[in-house]
């Protein structure tokens, strides 16, 4: 009995890591390795966000151009398409950085 318990661990052990690049696997299919720093990413980049398309990735960097680097992450509320429901989304995959400069 002890022989199939530890060989059904290990068997989920190896599933556990099978899976784990689907882990990163965000909504809408968009996988994101690490938090994104919204004060340096690209176009591109932003894009990888889950809910963030081309025209919502346009108006962040448009906002960062005009109004200087986000202090905070809550601060991407401010652009146009990014709402409570949006940021929650994202929240965790976003950061400012180190970097995050006062205008």
Do not use: C, H, W, Y
């Not at 960062?64 to 409570?84: A, P, Q, T, W, Y």
Request: proline residues 3%.
């Amino acid at each position: 009995m002890r022989t199939v318990k530890l060989g059904a661990l290990v068997v989920g052990l190896i599933i556990g890591l099978s899976l784990q690049p689907l882990l990163a696997l965000q909504a809408g299919g968009k996988a994101v390795d690490q938090k994104v720093n919204i004060n340096t990413a690209s176009l591109a980049e932003l894009q990888k966000l889950p809910r963030i398309g081309p025209a919502i990735a346009q108006r962040i960097l448009d906002f960062r151009k005009e109004n200087g680097n986000f202090r905070r992450i809550e601060d991407l509320m401010k652009v146009r398409g990014i709402g409570e429901k949006v940021f929650s989304e994202i929240k965790d995959l976003v950061t400012v950085g180190a970097e995050s400069a006062t205008k």
